[in-house]
């Protein structure tokens, strides 16, 4: 015992990867991807990016390697920089499945690690770090997050989650001079998925409404929130620019809108006491699991023994709580940017995180003690063996159902290297202009001199090819490929000028006579790209410099 005292860190690095890969094992059992709300749409955005790496493309743009070869923009309107050690990862192994898996089991193992050091920064508590990072690594919806629902990048964003609330804590209501890391968790964030940022980013206005009073040195939380969105503004750059670049060139549709509506209270409390894990369409109501459940119950007899710091989180939990259910008003929010986040249940995200917390607070409370080092290490071990049984038992349970493993929801590392999925939902990064065209587009419908005709579209690493015969001058040619703000054309190796057509396409009109023409079009960038790569570089340097030496 003294040995693991000494070298506890070290310790439970190896714990914490021993328990992702294990997460991941449980998940990978018949070599296969499990057919998850968004499995198909993230493995294209996988397959993009791996592409475009493998093109020499720094900063990934278009898709011009799948997404029905359209030149979409997939990667100028998605975060795609978190996603690069998935990138880095699938070079290493060839099988695509194993990758993906081996990506996983990569951020459940950052995740671990990240959640130890804030709890610990927290509370100042070996145990409640241990303790913290098996209750919110393990926890149901991170669960449902990674495998039912596969949304790759909202799992992301809840790997960083707990770095933001750190920061957020320090910045307004600690030690304003740690706001660093409030600027790297938000710039993570955004950096992951933009959705989870607009909702912490509402969260966080809530919770300074509600506890301000609660803080002190107005003037200096002020000047060190300000440098904070200044400097994740800067660190998030090298996305931030070329998507800010391209909504202000030309109009977009608002993203998948839909009607917001919370779930069915007395659903949403049994799902979350059966630990349910299944897909909706199998009938589930995605829901914080069993563990967070209770903690949520016995924080209410626990409420007047936590100090004001608890008792703001555990209200704060609930809040976030009743906010997925249907009592809460979110018709008066329809018309407003917070329509963006589509689901309501998306807060369980926060909930999860603020009773992850209450949860550490109340097990180390009841079963830990500082002076019995031996006790706490078989009662945290006993967790972790708990919160993976719970975890084994709720994948087994979902891949009991109907669509998860339905064989055409499913993928295979063959479907995924013949790059022949359909990952759909073109319209939504798609201009407005090409919304009524979208099936001739995807269809390689296009126009030469005003004729319709199928223009065959090849994948060529960085470029999308086209090849014709017979071009006269002045022959006007619109292609499937939608146009975005840097969009170029070379035929034959030159660069021409091009146009957007009434269909929001690549348009071009050829100035001389070709026997034959070979188009490459493509997505060149320009100086913006590279300085906000430079800036963003810089500014994580500094970061990181500033935040482990600030230790």
Not at 46 to 68: C, E, Q
Not at 103 to 127: R, W
Not at 518 to 533: E, V
């Amino acid at each position: 015992m003294l040995k693991i005292k000494q070298h506890q860190n070290q310790f439970m690095l190896v714990i914490y990867l021993i328990l992702s890969i294990l997460m991941t094992m449980v998940i990978n059992t018949k070599g296969i991807i499990w057919g998850g709300d968004d499995m198909v749409y993230h493995i294209g955005r996988l397959i993009s990016l791996d592409s475009s790496f493998k093109s020499g493309v720094i900063m990934p743009n278009i898709s011009t390697s799948n997404f029905s070869l359209i030149g979409y923009g997939i990667n100028l309107f998605y975060p795609w920089v978190t996603m690069v050690p998935m990138i880095l990862i699938s070079l290493l192994i060839h099988n695509p499945v194993t990758a993906y898996y081996s990506g996983l089991a990569f951020f459940m193992f950052i995740s671990f690690c990240i959640s130890h050091y804030v709890m610990k920064k927290f509370s100042n508590s070996n145990t409640q770090a241990i303790v913290f990072s098996l209750i919110y690594g393990l926890a149901n919806y991170r669960l449902i997050d990674v495998f039912s629902r596969a949304d790759l990048a909202e799992y992301l964003a809840t790997v960083f989650l707990p770095l933001a609330f750190l920061g957020f804590y320090e910045t307004f209501f600690r030690d304003y001079r740690k706001w660093p890391l409030l600027a790297a968790g938000m710039s993570l964030l955004l950096l992951s998925h933009i959705l989870t940022t607009v909702i912490v980013a509402f969260f966080f206005i809530i919770i300074l409404i509600l506890c301000w009073f609660m803080a002190s040195d107005y003037q200096k939380r002020l000047k060190a929130v300000l440098a904070a969105i200044l400097t994740s503004a800067l660190a998030s750059a090298v996305f931030l620019v070329p998507f800010l670049a391209e909504i202000t060139y030309q109009k977009f549709q608002q993203l998948s809108p839909y009607v917001l509506k919370g779930e069915n209270s007395i659903k949403l409390l049994q799902a979350s006491l059966t630990n349910n894990a299944n897909r909706t369409l199998d009938g589930n109501i995605y829901n914080i699991g069993i563990i967070l459940l209770i903690a949520l119950i016995l924080g209410i007899f626990f409420f007047k023994s936590f100090n004001k710091t608890y008792r703001s989180i555990y209200l704060l939990a609930v809040l976030s709580f009743v906010m997925v259910m249907q009592i809460f008003p979110w018709s008066i929010f329809q018309k407003t940017p917070l329509n963006l986040i589509q689901f309501p249940f998306r807060f369980l995200l926060i909930t999860t995180l603020l009773l992850a917390v209450i949860a550490t607070k109340i097990f180390t409370d009841i079963f830990t003690n500082p002076d019995t080092m031996l006790k706490n290490f078989f009662v945290v071990g006993t967790l972790g063996i708990v919160m993976l049984g719970l975890w084994v038992v709720s994948v087994n349970g979902a891949l009991h159902q109907k669509y998860l493993t339905a064989p055409d929801q499913t993928v295979n590392a063959k479907i995924i290297q013949s790059k022949s999925l359909y990952e759909g939902y073109y319209e939504q990064y798609s201009p407005m202009a090409s919304q009524p065209y979208m099936k001739d587009i995807e269809g390689h419908i296009g126009y030469i001199n005003g004729q319709k005709t199928v223009i065959n579209v090849k994948p060529n690493g960085r470029f999308l090819t086209v090849k014709l015969n017979g071009l006269k001058s002045g022959t006007t040619i619109d292609l499937p490929i939608i146009k975005y703000r840097n969009s170029s054309v070379a035929i034959n190796g030159q660069r021409v000028n091009l146009t957007k057509s009434f269909r929001g396409t690549v348009a071009i009109k050829v100035k001389q006579n070709y026997q034959y023409a070979k188009l490459n079009i493509g997505y060149h960038m320009g100086f913006l790209a590279w300085f906000s790569l430079i800036i963003s570089l810089l500014t994580w340097l500094w970061l990181v410099l500033e935040i482990v030496f600030k230790e």
